[in-house]
T-cell receptor, first 114, second 112 residues
Framework: EADIYQTPRYLVIGTGKKITLECSQTMGHDKMYWYQQDPGMELHLIHYSYGVNSTEKGDLSSESTVSRIRTEHFPLTLESARPSHTSQYLC?????????????FGPGTRLTVL | QQPVQSPQAVILREGEDAVINCSSSKALYSVHWYRQKHGEAPVFLMILLKGGEQKGHEKISASFNEKKQQSSLYLTASQLSYSGTYFCGTDYYGGSQGNLIFGKGTKLSVKP
């Protein structure tokens, strides 16, 4: 079944640790996105990618980095986590070949940095 | 550049109707609507393109007024399952095609 997956779903970690949030999709979509969303607030685009070896920064400045070595995989890394990084991180993908370009979201990773 | 949504929150009884608005100060190429339930991921509802083309759910309709740069989402005969936060995402002419700027959301609560 075509879907988009994120792991872990919840992560509690101490300040200074390096973390990687995983995102994979089986829909064959070229374009992928990372959003940051605080509770009850809007989604902010922090990274996106048009395809393999393409990564771009979004509207919201973020200390995280991303990579796109395989079409289906778009991990996000924080080299040194801080309490200000506490938030929910949502991964999404879309088919840029399609006219409508709707985005499909993963279940999210809720990150807490102590 | 962030679109403005109104109202911020609305409470309905089952069977009542609601309208959620999304306004932009810039010329829009498309407006996307998503619903997010508490603790879940946003789910696609509707896309409206400049020129009137649209794709979306059967029971939810929307309009796109190009002169006003405003979209409205119409929820008719609301059900308990309609509860959640509704976000509009806008794609502007001259912006990164396909990248959306989301509004602050409208929280909809449907009571029995």
């Amino acid at each position: 079944e075509a879907d988009i997956y994120q792991t872990p779903r919840y992560l509690v970690i101490g300040t200074g640790k390096k973390i990687t949030l995983e995102c994979s999709q089986t829909m064959g979509h070229d374009k992928m996105y990372w959003y940051q969303q605080d509770p009850g607030m809007e989604l902010h685009l922090i990274h996106y990618s048009y395809g393999v070896n393409s990564t771009e920064k979004g509207d919201l400045s973020s200390e995280s980095t991303v990579s796109r070595i395989r079409t289906e995989h778009f991990p996000l890394t924080l080299e040194s986590a801080r309490p200000s990084h506490t938030s929910q991180y949502l991964c999404a993908s879309s088919d840029v070949q399609g006219h409508y370009n709707e985005q499909f979201f993963g279940p999210g990773t809720r990150l807490t940095v102590l | 550049q962030q679109p403005v949504q109104s109202p911020q929150a609305v409470i309905l009884r089952e069977g009542e109707d609601a309208v959620i608005n999304c306004s932009s100060s810039k010329a829009l190429y498309s407006v996307h609507w998503y619903r997010q339930k508490h603790g879940e991921a946003p789910v696609f509802l509707m896309i409206l393109l400049k020129g009137g083309e649209q794709k979306g759910h059967e029971k939810i309709s929307a309009s796109f007024n190009e002169k006003k740069q405003q979209s409205s989402l119409y929820l008719t005969a609301s059900q308990l399952s309609y509860s959640g936060t509704y976000f509009c995402g806008t794609d502007y002419y001259g912006g990164s095609q396909g990248n959306l700027i989301f509004g602050k959301g409208t929280k909809l609560s449907v009571k029995p």
